[in-house]
């Protein structure tokens, strides 16, 4: 019967409007097939309806390729990756990735190694990772949390290893961090210097070896834990060994050529960092700037 009125198309219009609104928080089951057929039945490619459903399959899509991307099949991850409009879902692709990274610190290389690719060509998306990793740090870092404090660095510390971002960004962390000698803060700077320092040492020698320097009177003044100072005499038989269990970057993960990688200065302290959370929430665009961003997108997806 007619719903007060509303034609068909509004009515089916309503609907998947509602559908869409209630998520996975419950509600009516639509089986996909049916929901596809809907969505196929919405004429306008513009509208916020369509607009909404487009952004929810980007969400899905790019979670699902960052959260299986491995060493063995990272190339077409990055292949499939280029089809997704980044750009519009670069909120969405950032928090997936810090998202996979936090879940599983072991593939941290593997995340920066995509990264990098991926800034090589959209370097807003190297930019903005950047810094919502440094925010996370600083409010781990700030909530005494080592958990978290130790996933954001050895983040940061792969992102320097790809050339993401600048060998400055890690000599900040590192002098941070052994600012106030607690065991923690010791135990997260060794194992960021792990991570970091065969980086650190073909970029920049001098830092390098003022961090090292650093290391070694805090070994001398004894203040601190038996554990701790075995920790730190762990380091620097890692460096003896030419961080040889450590490598800056695997040579399967060795993906972009250093004239095409764009790295990033960011301020460790720099106050006006904005990690733009808005970007991760769906927002309906006016009809002809969806258009003009997806013929955009089309752009740039073909060259790269």
Not at 32 to 60: G, H, N, V
């Amino acid at each position: 019967a007619d719903a007060g009125g509303e034609d068909i198309e509004s009515y089916k219009k309503r609907k998947i409007a509602d559908l869409e609104n209630l998520g996975r928080s419950g509600g009516v089951y639509i089986p996909p097939f049916k929901l596809a057929r809907m969505q196929e039945e919405i004429e306008d490619k513009t509208s916020p309806e369509y607009q909404r459903q487009t952004w929810e399959a980007l969400r899905k899509s790019i979670n699902g390729l960052v959260n299986k991307v491995n060493v063995g099949n990272i190339k077409n991850i990055v292949e499939e990756l280029f089809q997704e409009n980044l750009v519009r879902g670069r909120g969405l692709f950032i928090r997936a990735l810090i998202r996979a990274q936090m879940a599983s610190p072991g593939f941290t290389h593997v995340f920066a190694a995509l990264v990098a690719v991926i800034n090589s060509k959209l370097p807003e998306l190297g930019d903005l990772l950047i810094k919502r990793i440094i925010l996370q740090f600083r409010r781990a870092y700030k909530r005494n949390d080592k958990i978290v404090t130790t996933a954001a660095i050895k983040f940061m510390a792969h992102l320097v290893n790809q050339k993401v971002c600048s060998e400055l960004l890690a000599l900040h962390v590192a002098t941070l961090l052994l600012e106030r000698v607690t065991d923690d803060s010791i135990e997260v700077c060794v194992a960021f210097m792990q991570e970091v320092g065969q980086a650190l040492q073909e970029l920049s020698s001098a830092g390098s070896q003022a961090i090292f320097e650093r290391f070694r009177t805090i070994l001398h003044e004894g203040e601190i834990d038996r554990r701790v100072q075995y920790v730190i005499e762990g380091l620097f038989e890692v460096r003896r060994k030419k961080f040889a269990d450590h490598l800056m970057v695997l040579e399967e993960l060795d993906l972009v050529d250093d004239e095409d990688q764009i790295t990033h200065e960011v301020d460790l302290l720099d106050e006006t960092i904005k990690g733009e959370e808005t970007l991760n929430i769906f927002k309906a665009v006016p009809p002809e700037q969806y258009a003009s961003d997806e013929a955009k997108w089309k752009l740039i997806s073909n060259e790269i």
